[in-house]
């Protein structure tokens, strides 16, 4: 099956951005959705894509449309919208979300684009817009095989991991599971690093010792480089945006019967810091959070 040849991006931020480049950089033609955030559209404007003023007008130009936006609420809007994606669905329509999002919401989405003669598979990402201007995500999908066989050049453009989870909303569970894993990673890792500045330790010893060991991980070497260096570019993701995902992690677990007391506490920390005004800071402010939650009087 011929693979599609016109791509539709709805969504480009932090993550959008690097996706489009590595697609237009592959010689798809891209139509970009218009945002408020002028510069990465005029970026990929530049490089040849062309803007479109609605969704409804991106699916229509489109044989894949891509979706990469902040939650399943904001997702449905633009799907469901009076100018919306599904206004926009012709027959052979294929969208890929790479949203984080509820997989009940993901169904809804599917069926009702399916019910337009399009299909749906999900497609959400992991790793940081570092590795989206890379071209090298990580990707769990979710959907029909041979429909995501049909837009794997496409995924390939910005992606060097693609993962097949099952059907639709597979995808979606597994990012789910993955950000809680990842974000409880963190939330234990500021925890730990302000009970290292507290305590007068050498911040470069535990380091040296954390990296050697078992306790090692990803996110405790991005923390630890903001804790030490000041280097808040390693996990460029906001703190409201952590509380929404654990969020759904727990909503997943409640449809489930699952019991989440872990997780619970990992998104009320996030949630608190969000609600008291720093959600637009990345995670790793999560240790000057803490300290100041910790100041005495």
């Given amino acids: 099956m011929a693979k599609p040849e016109r791509i ?47 969704p409804r007008e991106v699916t229509s130009a489109s044989d894949l449309v891509i979706t990469v936006v902040g939650n399943s609420n904001q997702l449905e809007d633009i799907v469901f919208g009076e100018d919306g994606i599904l206004a926009g669905v012709h027959k ?54 041979a429909t995501l066989a049909e837009i794997r050049p496409v995924l390939e453009c910005f992606a060097d991991l693609i ?24 939330m234990v890792t500021a925890e730990a690093l302000l009970a290292a500045k507290k305590g007068g330790i050498d911040l470069k010893a535990l380091r040296e010792i954390v990296s050697g060991g078992g ?5 405790f070497q991005r923390l630890a480089a903001y804790a030490i260096e000041g280097d808040n570019t390693q996990l460029r993701f906001a703190i409201t945006n952590a509380a ?45 959070l803490l300290g100041k939650w910790n100041e005495k009087k």
Avoid: W
């Fill in 8 to 54: 539709g991006l709805i969504g480009v931020g932090l993550m959008g951005h690097g996706i489009g480049k590595n697609i237009l950089a592959k010689g798809f033609a891209l139509n970009v959705l218009a945002h408020r955030n002028r510069g990465p559209v005029e970026d990929l404007v530049a490089k040849g894509a062309k803007e479109l003023k609605s």
């Fill in 92 to 145: 052979g329509t294929i969208m890929a979300d790479c949203t984080t999002a509820m997989p009940d919401s993901t169904l809804k989405i599917a069926k009702a684009i399916q019910g337009k003669g399009g299909r749906f598979v999900d497609t959400p990402m992991t790793r940081t817009p570092k590795e989206a201007e890379a071209g090298k995500l990580g990707l769990m999908t979710g959907g029909d095989p």
């Fill in 163 to 186: 993962v097949h989870c099952g059907e639709v909303g597979a995808g979606h569970k597994v990012k789910l599971v993955n950000n809680m894993l990842s974000l409880g990673y963190g």
């Fill in 215 to 219: 306790a090692n991980s990803v996110m």
């Fill in 244 to 288: 929404k995902d654990v969020r759904y992690f727990t909503h997943m677990c409640e449809s489930l019967q699952a019991a989440t007391p872990v997780a619970q506490a990992i998104h009320q920390s996030y949630a608190m810091a969000s609600n008291m005004g720093f959600g637009e800071q990345y995670v790793p402010s999560m240790v000057d």
